[in-house]
């Protein structure tokens, strides 16, 4: 059930919202549906939605439709780990994933979610990522999902590339790819391009703002992906799209803010 979707402007939708907030930030809660059913998580680290199993509840599912057993998955921008947590489970023992995740307040509830699961097969990179190996300025906004690289940034982060991680033999090929890095996702893919050529991952992209948006596309398509379809997503609040190699039924809208899903070329 998409708990999440249920409208905090609604009467039902305060009421069943009422007793969450009695719950202890550091209390470890077990997750109550969905591929995680029976994992933990820690009540505090992020939306009650990632316990409830109906955090970002459609594209958790088509997520999940897509990553499979053995596979070897990317979350960049990993935020605390649902997105983590959900890809180990999926790729089961065989598989690997690789997270990447710069801030020091969600890293730590990242590797807590990790130990707490006993995950043994993802490896996290404390860096965010980009376009070429350095360090960057990294804004820390209050809400721990927002934080972003920019120019004034006050927390000072490491950088990584995708193509020098993968040339230096640190990262496995990806089949699969989640990319939501709060503005910064054309730096990410330039900083892949060999990578994507090479391999075409399926490729999970938020894009935040329409000249992003724009820059994405644009790239993606040099790089062999082209429009499939797009689709509204309420419980999300965002708009998202599909990319394969098949010709276009409708082209991407232009605004941002959207989530994109990429099949591969």
């Given amino acids: 059930m998409n708990f999440s979707g249920i ?9 069943l919202r009422l007793p969450l907030a009695l719950i202890p930030p550091s209390a470890r809660v077990p997750i109550l549906q969905g591929a995680l ?8 680290s992020s939306n009650h939605g ?11 599912q088509h997520l999940s439709a897509h990553v499979q057993r053995g596979m070897v998955v990317y979350d960049i921008g990993a935020h605390v780990g649902f997105y983590t947590l959900l890809a180990a489970q999926l790729v089961g023992p065989g ?14 509830y990242l590797r807590q979610h990790i130990d707490l699961n ?14 070429a190996a350095g360090v960057g300025q990294f804004s820390v906004h209050a809400a721990s999902t927002m934080g ?12 990584v590339s995708l193509d020098e991680l993968s040339a230096q033999g640190r990262i496995l090929q990806p089949q699969i790819l989640k990319i939501d890095v709060e503005g910064a996702e054309a730096d990410v893919l330039r900083g892949a391009q060999t990578l994507l050529r090479t391999h075409h991952p399926t490729i999970f992209l938020a894009t935040h703002g329409a000249e992003v948006h724009r820059q994405c ?3 993606l398509r040099e790089y062999g992906y082209t429009v499939d379809r797009w689709m509204t997503a309420r419980s999300m609040r965002r ?6 190699t098949r010709e276009p039924r409708r082209h991407a809208p232009a605004l941002g803010g959207v989530h994109i899903v990429l099949m591969r070329a």
């Fill in 7 to 15: 409208s905090r402007q609604s009467l039902i939708g305060q009421l």
């Fill in 37 to 44: 059913r029976g994992r933990w998580w820690i009540a505090g």
């Fill in 50 to 60: 990632c316990w409830l199993g109906s955090y970002e509840f459609d594209k958790q």
């Fill in 95 to 108: 598989g690997r994933v690789f997270s990447f995740e710069p801030l020091p307040r969600n890293l730590t």
């Fill in 118 to 131: 006993h995950f043994s097969n993802v490896t996290v990179f404390e860096a965010a990522v980009g376009q």
């Fill in 148 to 159: 972003a690289l920019t120019a004034d940034g006050t927390l000072t982060v490491p950088i």
């Fill in 217 to 219: 596309l644009t790239l």
């Fill in 239 to 244: 708009t998202r799209c599909s990319l394969t």
